[in-house]
Structures are given as C-alpha cells and as structure tokens.
C-alpha cells in the first residue's frame, strides 16, 4: 500500500480456515484494515496458492482490485463494489467459497 495512505492498521488478523483448494488442508487469511478504510485480504495456503483482494489509492492499479491466483502477482479490477467493513468480509469470503466449487481457483464471480 502507498505510505501516505496507511498511517495506522486497525487490528491485523490472521485467520486460519480449516478448507483449503485441492488436497490442502486448511488456508490463512491476512486481513488488515486502515484508518483511512484501505483493506487488503490476503489468503495463502502452504503450496503457494495466494490471492488478495486490495482496496487503496495507487497510480498503477484501479482503488479497488484483485490480484489473481495462483500467485496474486497480477491484478484486476475487483469485483467487490461495497465498502462497509462487514459487507466487504462477507463478500471475499463469499469469493473464496465460490472459488473452492470449482477445480482451479480463478477470478471469483461478483459479490
């Protein structure tokens, strides 16, 4: 995240889900929001499946974006359009699930 926007992150979590994709057992979630409500959802698992879905100003990406599994190095407009903390949860966990119905985790449908 760009320095001048992240002056304080509100609670870091880690959250570990007893789900993984494939043959993995069980996921981590790295949240953290800021005061200027920039968020960043990171989920990794230990075979090297990540992905992150990202809300804060940059030049080079839209506010709002997802960087793509397997390894998140790209990035896309994401389709999370709420803001409010909780609905925001709610919706990349709604991602995450409808990624696990499918074989190759791959960009999530809207939420």
Known sequence: MSREYVTLFLNPLNITVGEGFGSNPSGRFDIV???RD???FHYTEPDGIDFRFD????PNFQEK???EPPDAN???PSCIEVEAVEVVTRAV???WR???NVTTPHLPTPA
């Not at 809300?55 to 940059?58: A, G, K, L, S, V």
């Open 33 to 35: 929001w800021t005061e």
């Open 93 to 95: 966990l709604k991602c």
């Open 65 to 67: 974006h997802f960087h």
């Open 98 to 100: 409808t990624a696990q």
């Open 38 to 40: 920039c968020y960043n």
């Open 55 to 58: 809300r804060y100003p940059e």
């Open 74 to 76: 790209t990035s896309v």
